[in-house]
């Protein structure tokens, strides 16, 4: 009995493992584009639209080589698939670039620390996901942790456009969607299904929205070793790890634990680009810390929570 009690434990444990190792892959990607538009010419959506498509071709490439049967999707599938694709990688890449030019990456950062709370009500509301007090604990931590470590108390003066905060609230909805969109694909599709589906319909979204005329490939020397390390370790392992872990934790959960993002976006800056971390980004990274474990051990009670409806 004691072996049973302890199983869900382990699943949401094996979960959260999963979605930190996502976070650390993904925080790279600072890295990787601070380097890649330094060296080149590329804007940021340019940027996107080569990493999606790089990603869905190798990922095509992957999945025709090992096991072609992964590209078969259910009709009724498909407007998730075009969703999560267009809306979580295409449209949240339009809007989080634009938000940081807008405002800045300091308060575009605090904005999109509502991706949580989004994902908590809408994962209660289409999946059955209790809200309970744990969780609006963690989300409280981890809100007030990512908006100590984006720097809030070293901005002497921020840019505060209207337009700017509603784009940046965009990019924080349409991050959230992923963990949503992810959750319920999840559980009938192979990561490896969803990532190629997904990419390839976030590249036709930013295509569309260049107008059919995206940035040409760089013809820097350096650019291909930076890049082919940005799409492999930042896209697609990031990507795949986070989806695998939509499978043993629900969305909420999921999207907590996902703000370890910051975190390690900010230690990896302070040690490759020489970023100061003052006193209260260390607050804010313990603050976040403490979030994730708060919802790590969580005890199962066999509610909705883990088996969600649609």
């Given at each position: 009995m004691a072996q049973l009690s302890k199983k869900p434990l382990a699943t949401r444990l094996s979960g959260i493992l999963l979605v930190i190792a996502a976070t650390a892959c993904w925080a790279t990607s600072g890295i990787f584009i601070s380097l890649i538009i330094r060296e080149t010419e590329l804007s940021a959506v340019g940027l996107a639209f080569w990493r999606d498509l790089t990603t869905s071709l190798l990922l095509l490439l992957g999945i025709l080589i090992i096991k072609p049967k992964l590209l078969v999707i259910k009709k009724k599938d498909l407007p998730w698939l075009v969703g999560m694709g267009?809306?979580?990688?295409?449209?949240?890449?339009?809007?989080?670039?634009?938000?940081v030019v807008m405002l800045g990456a300091s308060l575009a950062t605090v904005v999109?620390?509502?991706?949580?709370?989004?994902?908590?009500?809408?994962?209660?509301?289409?999946?059955g996901e209790k809200i309970t007090a744990r969780k609006i604990i963690a989300v409280i931590l981890a809100v007030m942790g990512t908006i100590l470590v984006s720097g809030i108390t070293r901005v002497g003066e921020w840019k505060i456009i209207p337009i700017g905060l509603l784009i940046a609230l965009g990019s924080a909805i349409t991050y959230g969607s992923l963990s949503l969109f992810g959750k319920k694909l999840s559980r009938d599709y192979s990561a490896w299904t969803i990532m190629f589906y997904i990419f390839s319909f976030g590249t036709l979204t930013l295509f569309a929205m260049q107008l059919?005329?995206?940035?040409?490939?760089?013809?820097?020397?350096?650019?291909?070793?930076?890049?082919?390390?940005?799409?492999?370790?930042?896209?697609?392992?990031?990507?795949t790890l986070y989806t695998k872990s939509l499978k043993n934790l629900p969305a909420s959960v999921a999207s907590i634990t996902a703000t370890s993002e910051i975190f390690f976006a900010s230690l990896l800056a302070y040690i490759f680009l020489h970023e100061r971390m003052d006193r209260w980004?260390?607050?804010?990274s313990v603050l976040i810390i403490s979030g994730v474990i708060l919802v790590s051990l969580a005890k199962d009670n066999g509610s909705s929570e883990e088996q969600p409806h649609v």
């Open positions: 267009s809306i979580s990688i295409g449209i949240f890449h339009i809007f989080w670039n634009k938000a999109q620390c509502n991706a949580p709370i989004f994902v908590t009500i809408l994962a209660w509301f289409l999946f059919g005329q995206p940035d040409p490939w760089p013809s820097a020397s350096n650019f291909l070793p930076l890049f082919i390390g940005f799409v492999l370790f930042s896209t697609i392992m990031g990507f980004q260390i607050l804010g």
